[in-house]
């Protein structure tokens, strides 16, 4: 298969807490890439981190990279209603980009 | 980044016809990429389409299903072939823009096919 492992498959959680998506991923990567699809539109590229670095920041987002587990994840902190959607990890294997099966996100008001 | 622009936005189409996808970006690109997003799925690659060259497809696809055109650096086609419901999906165009190692892809808003 071409993609990779994301899990929870499904998240649901109150406002202002934090949310956790985990990915794995089967071979070298470049890099990785997280996206966000609200339901029904676009994909929107949240943030991209090396395959030399094991963590980045953006905001309200924390995402960390392990190569030796071959392994990312995501943190949402104080979450929002408005943070729900489905989030996607996308691995850069030299020029081709995978994608893992995705987390649901619900964060309830 | 990349503006990237897919026509139509959205489509209803018989079983056995054929429908072309057109992605426009507003910069020169080497790569572009055609994804298939099954509902409630994630995105599954389908080919990989260079300008000059043909496509490179990934398993589970075929160029009589769904031949692609790289035509130019701003422009790509997408053809689902003798169509079946099977192949009611959104199919999403992407760039890939950046320096090597930190390659951002952006998409276009997809076109949403439904077979009927």
């Known amino acids: 298969s071409q993609q990779g492992e994301e899990d929870p498959q499904a998240l649901s959680i109150q406002e202002g807490e934090n949310a956790t998506m985990n990915c794995s991923y089967k071979t070298s990567i470049n890099n990785l890439q997280w996206y966000r699809q609200n339901s029904g539109r676009g994909l929107v590229h949240l943030i991209l981190i090396r395959s030399n670095e094991r963590e980045k920041h953006s905001g309200r987002l924390r995402v960390t990279l392990d190569t030796s587990k071959k392994s990312s994840s995501l943190l949402i902190t104080a979450s929002r209603a408005a943070d729900t959607a489905s989030y996607f990890c996308?691995?850069?294997?030299?020029?081709?980009?995978?994608f893992g099966s995705g987390t649901k996100l619900n964060v309830k008001p | 980044s990349a503006v990237i622009s897919q026509k139509p936005s959205r489509d209803i189409c018989q079983r056995g016809t054929s429908l072309t996808i057109q992605c426009q970006v507003d910069s020169q690109v080497t790569m572009m990429f055609w994804y298939r997003q099954q509902p409630g799925q994630s995105l599954t690659l389908i080919a990989t389409a260079n300008q000059g060259s043909e496509a490179t497809y990934e398993s589970g696809f075929v160029i009589d299903k769904f031949p692609i055109s790289r035509p130019n650096l701003t422009f790509s086609t997408l053809t689902v072939s003798n169509m079946s419901p099977e192949d009611s999906s959104i199919y999403l165009c992407s760039v890939e823009v950046g320096t090597s190692g930190s390659n951002e892809q952006f998409f276009g808003p997809g076109t949403r096919l439904t077979v009927l």
């Open positions: 996308a691995t850069d294997n030299f020029n081709k980009f995978y």
